[in-house]
Nanobody, 121 residues
């Protein structure tokens, strides 16, 4: 199982980004997958979860600016952020688990290396 995140970068507030998590070694529809983020000095935070039953969910505090989508043919989970805010600055990680996800990312089987998002004013 391998997860590779991409799409991060340095963006001005008000801009947008689409993060990608491309999976290999398993079928993404058979696993729960999620996006998490961690800013310097802060705890890891759950951003979005795509469960094994087709449900796509965004953390309550982030609804309206974050969109989660899945491309099954390309084995990719996308996270679109628009508009970006300063406090979106963080390392964003993709994770997968064959059973279930949780919003704090505890016990999830597989993690990617992360992609950095830096938002400036």
């Amino acid at each position: 199982v391998h997860l590779v995140e991409s799409g991060g970068g340095a963006v001005q507030a008000g801009g947008s980004l689409r993060l990608s998590c491309t999976a290999s070694g398993f079928r993404i529809n058979d696993y729960c997958m999620g996006w998490f983020r961690q800013a310097p000095g802060k705890e890891r935070e759950g951003v979005a979860i795509a469960d094994r039953f087709g449900s796509l969910d965004i953390a309550m505090a982030l609804k309206g600016r974050f969109t989660l989508s899945k491309d099954i043919a390309n084995q990719t989970l996308y996270l679109h952020i628009n508009p970006l805010e300063l406090n979106d600055t963080a390392m964003y990680y993709c994770a997968a688990d064959r059973r279930a996800c949780n919003w704090i990312g505890v016990g999830l089987d597989h993690w990617g290396q992360g992609t950095q998002v830096t938002v400036s004013s």
